[in-house]
């Protein structure tokens, strides 16, 4: 784990030992698991601490500095990681960021089972797993608004992400999606879809992450105003029709 330990000294969250060994066991329980269930088409070592690892932990950078505390933050946050897929960016934000709870949600059976398998073998504590569609949980009370971050990487274009996202967030709270080259264009497309559901544009920025040099961008969305009660709409529609 030599690149994402350099890589994040560079971003200013040097890892302890106990950090190190888990991403060296995460990458481990990736690379086996996707012999058997397509979860990343990187599995090499370089490319997962690069484009997975340290991708996914820049965004604390952002977070912290709008949050005007430490990095890593010493407050708590709870926090849920929209379509999580193989866990990213939820579990290597959660490995430098301990005191982080944390929600991994995604709607594929046998990739929950290995979020929960990861969860226990890393002894991850306040993290919960739950296998379902964005659409469904956040309409349940449990799960609206209720998020203070609600985080998703690689998930769906922006007019349809934020519909995803948005409605977990408690107002005050800050939607955070990981975008690459083509955010720019997606942001215009998105700016009535965040402003319909309640939110407001706090910071949308390129990000360096160590060892990439592929173009990575971080939108924060604030939120500002409760999201009507008639989004998300029913499943698929986001997509089919984005706001």
Known sequence: ???????????????TEQQR?????????????????NLT???DLEGVQTKHFL??????????????????????LNAIDVGSG????????KIVWPS?????????????????????ALNLADVDVVQGRAEEFALQTA???????????????????????????RQGGFVMAYKGPSASAE?????????KLGGETSRFAPVSVPFLTEERRILLIKKTNRTPQAYPRQRGLPRKDPL
């Open 187 to 195: 942001f215009i497309e998105a700016q009535k879809a965040i402003a």
């Open 1 to 15: 784990m030599d690149l994402v330990a350099e890589g994040a000294v560079r971003l200013g969250i040097p890892l």
């Open 41 to 43: 088409a990187i599995e």
């Open 21 to 37: 060994t888990q991403f060296q066991h995460y990458f481990e329980l990736l690379v086996e698991w996707n012999q058997r269930i």
């Open 86 to 93: 193989a866990g990213f960016p939820g579990i290597p934000l």
């Open 143 to 169: 799960y609206r608004e209720q998020f203070d971050l609600v985080m998703a990487r690689a998930v769906a274009r922006l007019n349809t992400l934020v519909e995803y996202l948005l409605p977990f967030v």
């Open 55 to 76: 991708d996914s932990i820049v965004g604390l950078l952002l977070i912290a500095e709008e949050l005007k505390t430490s990095v890593p933050p010493s407050i708590v």
């Open 100 to 120: 982080l709870r944390l929600t991994l949600l995604d709607g594929t059976g046998k990739k929950v089972t290995f979020l929960k398998e990861v969860v226990q």
